[in-house]
C-alpha cells in the first residue's frame, strides 16, 4: 500500500515515457515509409527516363540516316528555295517528319539548316514562337561556323536557350547541312509531374552546371518557393530528393517527394498523446486535492472513530487501493497502443494503395511491345503490305488511347471487350495463321462495368503462353450474366480459356491455394497485380478460378459482383 503521491509519480513517470516512445516509433515508422515510397518512385522515374532515353537515340539514328541517305534532302542541297524540284522535295520531307512527330508527340520540334545559304526549314509543326524561331537560326548561324560542331553536338543532347524559354536540342552536322530536334525542358518531364510527390514535391531538370532549366512545380501545379522554416518544423518536414541522368545527355532529372499526409499524422498523433499528458497530470492534481480536502478529514475522523469503541480497543479500518488511478493509468496506457495501432494500419493501407497504383502504372508502360509493333509495321513496310500497316497502326493507336485516357476504377465492360479484341487483332498481324479467337457476349450483360485492363492481362497471358509456330492455338473469351434466386444475387462471369499447354503445375498449385507467385524475375506480375486489384475494388467479394481444360489449354474465370453502388461513375474510354 502506497501514498496517493507516490501513484502520481508513478503516473507522470508513466505518461511521460508514453510520449517519447510514441515519438520514437512515429519518426521509425515514418523513416521506414519514406524509404519505400522513394523506391517507388525512383523506379517509375527510371521506366519514363528509360524512354526517352529510346527516343533520343532513335532520333538521332533517324535524323543522322536523313541526311545521308533521303534523296529529298539532297534534292533541296542542288536546287534553289524557289525552284520546284526544292519545293516537292520539302512537302515530302515535311509530311515523314510530321508522322514522326505524331508518334512521339507535338512537342517534339524538327528542323533542317543549310549553312551555305543560311536557310532554316521547320521539317515538321513546330510550337516555338517566331522570335524563338530567329533565335534559333541565329544560334544555328554560330554554330555551323564552329569547326567542332561535330564533336560537341552529335549523339549528344544539351541544352540551348531561346529567349526567355529552354529547350534539349540535338543536332546533327553532315556536310553543309544539319538535321535538328528540339523539345521544350518542360514538356520533356511534364509526365513525371504527374507521379504523386506529395503536396509540396516537385520535378525539375538542371543542366551539367546544376543551373535549373525547368521551373520547378508542385504536384498541385503551383511554384515551389525556398523554404524558411523553424528548427521544429524542418524536424518534421520529410524531404527525399531523387537525381537520375539521362544517356548521351549533359542534363538530368531532380524530382523532390514531399511527404505531407505523413507529417500531419504525426503532428496530429503527438497532440493526441500530448492531451493525454495533460489530461493525466490535471488528474493527479484532482488527486492531490482530494487527499487534501477530503483524505486526510477523512482519517482524522476514524482516528477519532477509533477512541469510541466500547473495550478501548481500535477499529480496524482498511485503507482501500486508488482504484481509479490505477485504472486511469491502465485506459492510458491501452489508449497509445491503439494510437499506435490505427497508425500502423493507416501507413500499410497508404503502402498497399501505393503499391497497386504503382503495378498498374508498370502494367501500362509496355516499352517492348510497343518496340515489337512497331518492328512488325518496319516490316510490313519493307514488303509494301499498305493496307496491313493502315490496319496495324489504327489498332496500336486505339490501343494506346484505350490505356492512356483511362484513369477510372471501372469501365463499360463493352469497351473493355473491344480493347480486348484490338489486342487480339494486333497480335493476330503479328502472329499470322498461329492463332484464332472467339468472343461471346450475352445481350443481358449491357450496363455491366468492370476494371479496366482485367480482360487484357489474362488474354495476355493466353497469347504469351499458348501461342506457338507449330500448331493454330483457339483462344476464346466468353461473358454471361448468372443470377442466384435463393440469395436474390447475380453476377458476370467471364471465362477466358485456350487450347495451349496449360498452366504449369507448381504455377496452378498456388494460384488454386491462394498463393503468390513468384515475382522476382519480373515474370507473374500482370497476374499478381490484377488478383490485388479485384480483391481491393470488390472488397474481397470477387472470385477468380484457375484451371487447365482436359483436352490441354489454361482457363481461367472471373466471377464479379455488381459495380459498387459507391463508386463514382465509370466512362468508357473513347
Not at 524540284?85 to 539548316?113: C, H, M, P, T, W
Amino acid at each position: 500500500m502506497q501514498p496517493i503521491k507516490h501513484y502520481v509519480k508513478m503516473l507522470l513517470l508513466v505518461s511521460f515515457a508514453a510520449l517519447i516512445l510514441d515519438v520514437i516509433i512515429s519518426m521509425a515508422s515514418i523513416s521506414l515509409v519514406q524509404q519505400q515510397s522513394a523506391q517507388y518512385v525512383q523506379d517509375t522515374a527510371d521506366l519514363y527516363i528509360d524512354k526517352i532515353n529510346h527516343n533520343f537515340s532513335y532520333l538521332n539514328h533517324f535524323a543522322g540516316w536523313t541526311l545521308a541517305n533521303d534523296e529529298d534532302v539532297e534534292t533541296m542541297r542542288e536546287h534553289g528555295t524557289a525552284e520546284p524540284e526544292f519545293i516537292k522535295a520539302r512537302n515530302n520531307l515535311y509530311k515523314r517528319f510530321a508522322e514522326l512527330q505524331k508518334s512521339y508527340g507535338k512537342e517534339y520540334n524538327f528542323f533542317l539548316y543549310l549553312s551555305d545559304r543560311r536557310f532554316l526549314l521547320n521539317t515538321a509543326p513546330m510550337s516555338l514562337s517566331y522570335p524563338e524561331y530567329l533565335t534559333l537560326k541565329k544560334q544555328m548561324t554560330d554554330y555551323a561556323e564552329d569547326k567542332n560542331i561535330y564533336d560537341k553536338f552529335y549523339s549528344q543532347w544539351t541544352t540551348i536557350r531561346l529567349n526567355d524559354n529552354y529547350y534539349i536540342i540535338n543536332i546533327v552536322p553532315y556536310h553543309e547541312s544539319y538535321m535538328i530536334s528540339l523539345i521544350s525542358t518542360d514538356e520533356l518531364i511534364r509526365p513525371l509531374r504527374e507521379i504523386k510527390l506529395g503536396g509540396n514535391g516537385y520535378v525539375s531538370l538542371a543542366n551539367a552546371e546544376g543551373t535549373t532549366v525547368t521551373d520547378p512545380v508542385s504536384a498541385r501545379e503551383q511554384s515551389v518557393q525556398p523554404f524558411d522554416k523553424s528548427m521544429l518544423l524542418k524536424l518534421l518536414q520529410i524531404r527525399t530528393t531523387v537525381i537520375r541522368e539521362f544517356s548521351n545527355a549533359s542534363f538530368y532529372v531532380e524530382l523532390s517527394v514531399q511527404f505531407g499526409t505523413f507529417e500531419k499524422i504525426m503532428i496530429a498523433q503527438l497532440l493526441v498523446v500530448l492531451l493525454a499528458v495533460i489530461i493525466a497530470c490535471y488528474f493527479c492534481f484532482m488527486m492531490l486535492y482530494f487527499q487534501r480536502k477530503v483524505l486526510a478529514p477523512i482519517k482524522n475522523f476514524s482516528n477519532n472513530l477509533a477512541l469510541l469503541t466500547s473495550n478501548g480497543e481500535g477499529i480496524d479500518f482498511e485503507s482501500s487501493q486508488i482504484v481509479e488511478l490505477e485504472k486511469v493509468n491502465r485506459q492510458f496506457i491501452e489508449m497509445v497502443k491503439q494510437i499506435n495501432k490505427i497508425k500502423i494500419d493507416l501507413y500499410e493501407r497508404e503502402l498497399e494503395k501505393q503499391k497497386i497504383q504503382l503495378d498498374y502504372m508498370k502494367l501500362q508502360i509496355k516499352p517492348h511491345f510497343f518496340l515489337n509493333c512497331l518492328t512488325t509495321i518496319y516490316s510490313m513496310a519493307q514488303m509494301q503490305m499498305h493496307k496491313e500497316i493502315e490496319q496495324m497502326t489504327l489498332s496500336i493507336s486505339k490501343y494506346f488511347r484505350y490505356i492512356f485516357q483511362n484513369d477510372r476504377h471501372f469501365v463499360k465492360l463493352e469497351d473493355e471487350i473491344e480493347h480486348a479484341r484490338t489486342y487480339l487483332e494486333i497480335q493476330r498481324q503479328r502472329y499470322p495463321h498461329a492463332f484464332q479467337y472467339r468472343i461471346e457476349l450475352e445481350e443481358h450483360t449491357a450496363g455491366v462495368k468492370i476494371p479496366p485492363l482485367v480482360l487484357q492481362t489474362f488474354i495476355e497471358n493466353a497469347i504469351k503462353h499458348a501461342v506457338s509456330r507449330e500448331n493454330e492455338v483457339l483462344v476464346q473469351l466468353s461473358v454471361e450474366r448468372r443470377a442466384d434466386k435463393e440469395k436474390d444475387e447475380d453476377w458476370t462471369e467471364i471465362r477466358v480459356s485456350d487450347n495451349g499447354p496449360g498452366f504449369p503445375n507448381a504455377v496452378l498449385e498456388k494460384l488454386v491455394n491462394g498463393m503468390p507467385l513468384d515475382q522476382s524475375e519480373g515474370t507473374h506480375i500482370g497476374i499478381m497485380n490484377t488478383l490485388q486489384r479485384l480483391e481491393y475494388l470488390y472488397d474481397r467479394q470477387a472470385e477468380v478460378r484457375f484451371s487447365n481444360n482436359e483436352g490441354g489449354g489454361a482457363c481461367v474465370i472471373l466471377c464479379l459482383p455488381n459495380f459498387p453502388k459507391d463508386e463514382p461513375e465509370a466512362e468508357g474510354s473513347t
